[in-house]
């Protein structure tokens, strides 16, 4: 069994369903209070300094903080990644989905810290004092704050959509049809010219953002993860999907011969035929070694 099917089989009942839905609302709560004191956004920044000096809710905050200001376009994007989120969920399943979103934010955390800790890189010394000194130290770290957000983060969420569902056709700017796969191109070389383009601290926040886009679909094809592909993580959710409907509720896929356990009511439960038994005896793993065998 492979890392991430482990990691579902016992935290997968703490999955977060529709993850999607609580970005969206955290963004409306961050724009309502942008609107009502915009000061405030540089008390939920992702701020390393003053994380370091007792700010600790600003590893979360930063989430609320909208990629954007607030008008029709941001709103028909939004819905978008609402829609892209929700298939990806669906597609994937709900503990591979949020696996995917978490990757992204820690990945986002760890980028603002080693942005910091370059001050007591030798090499990168110069490179810091010279901000610093140009802005004084709470200044430059303000500054680089407000370029953490959840932006980037987003555009790994389409990335992940058009990676699973390449021949998915939309409408770019609601008139032109085009397949996904060709605008996650499109926004893959764009996002590549910026990289190349910025400064030290801009190669950070957007390599760490994505970073988890690139992790997670290595994972798929090394075999250190799923083991397969996203297109073939959909035909597995689709079957099983279909197996569900298809087999009656009171019958157990798996059940002990010895205690009666059956995976339905023990999802988290390793179930094991015997070799040595003469017939089709299953047991769990507490009476898979400790059973008596059947001649």
């Given at each position: 069994?492979?890392?991430?099917?482990?990691?579902?089989?016992?935290?997968?009942?703490?999955?977060?369903?529709?993850?999607?839905?609580?970005?969206?609302?955290?963004?409306?709560?961050?724009?309502?209070?942008?609107?009502?004191?915009?000061?405030?956004?540089?008390?939920?920044?992702?701020?390393?300094?003053?994380?370091?000096?007792?700010?600790?809710?600003?590893?979360?905050?930063?989430?609320?903080?909208?990629?954007?200001?607030?008008?029709?376009?941001?709103?028909?994007?939004?819905?978008?990644?609402?829609?892209?989120?929700?298939?990806?969920?669906?597609?994937?399943?709900?503990?591979?989905?949020?696996?995917?979103?978490?990757?992204?934010?820690?990945?986002?955390?760890?980028?603002?810290?080693?942005?910091?800790?370059?001050?007591?890189?030798?090499?990168?010394?110069?490179?810091?004092?010279?901000?610093?000194?140009?802005?004084?130290?709470?200044?430059?770290?303000?500054?680089?704050?407000?370029?953490?957000?959840?932006?980037?983060?987003?555009?790994?969420?389409?990335?992940?959509?058009?990676?699973?569902?390449?021949?998915v056709q939309v409408l770019l700017m609601f008139i032109i049809p085009i397949k996904v796969k060709w605008m996650g191109i499109a926004y893959a070389v764009?996002?590549?010219?910026?990289?190349?383009?910025?400064?030290?601290?801009g190669k950070i926040i957007i390599g760490a953002s994505l970073l988890n886009f690139v992790l997670f679909f290595l994972m798929t094809r090394s075999g250190?993860?799923?083991?397969?592909?996203?297109?073939?993580?959909?035909?597995?959710?689709?079957?099983?999907?279909?197996?569900?409907?298809?087999?009656?509720?009171?019958?157990?896929?798996?059940?002990?011969?010895?205690?009666?356990?059956?995976?339905?009511?023990?999802?988290?439960?390793?179930?094991?035929?015997?070799?040595?038994?003469?017939?089709?005896?299953?047991?769990?793993?507490?009476?898979?070694?400790?059973?008596?065998?059947?001649?």
């Amino acid at each position: 069994m492979n890392f991430l099917n482990k990691m579902e089989r016992k935290f997968g009942k703490y999955a977060i369903p529709n993850l999607s839905l609580y970005l969206i609302l955290g963004y409306v709560l961050g724009y309502a209070m942008r609107y009502i004191n915009p000061a405030i956004v540089d008390f939920l920044t992702l701020n390393p300094y003053l994380i370091l000096h007792g700010q600790i809710w600003r590893l979360v905050t930063w989430i609320l903080i909208p990629p954007s200001s607030l008008d029709l376009l941001t709103i028909v994007m939004l819905m978008f990644y609402y829609s892209v989120g929700t298939n990806l969920e669906r597609t994937w399943g709900t503990f591979y989905y949020n696996v995917y979103l978490l990757m992204g934010m820690l990945f986002t955390i760890i980028g603002s810290f080693l942005i910091m800790g370059i001050s007591y890189i030798p090499g990168f010394r110069r490179y810091y004092e010279m901000r610093t000194i140009l802005y004084g130290t709470e200044t430059y770290f303000l500054l680089v704050a407000r370029s953490f957000s959840t932006y980037f983060v987003n555009m790994s969420i389409f990335l992940g959509f058009a990676a699973t569902f390449p021949d998915v056709q939309v409408l770019l700017m609601f008139i032109i049809p085009i397949k996904v796969k060709w605008m996650g191109i499109a926004y893959a070389v764009l996002l590549g010219i910026q990289f190349l383009q910025s400064d030290l601290v801009g190669k950070i926040i957007i390599g760490a953002s994505l970073l988890n886009f690139v992790l997670f679909f290595l994972m798929t094809r090394s075999g250190i993860g799923m083991r397969i592909s996203p297109r073939q993580v959909k035909r597995r959710h689709d079957y099983n999907r279909e197996v569900k409907r298809a087999k009656p509720a009171s019958v157990a896929k798996h059940k002990c011969a010895i205690c009666g356990k059956n995976s339905e009511d023990n999802p988290e439960a390793e179930f094991r035929f015997c070799s040595k038994c003469n017939g089709n005896y299953e047991y769990c793993q507490d009476h898979l070694f400790t059973h008596t065998h059947v001649k």
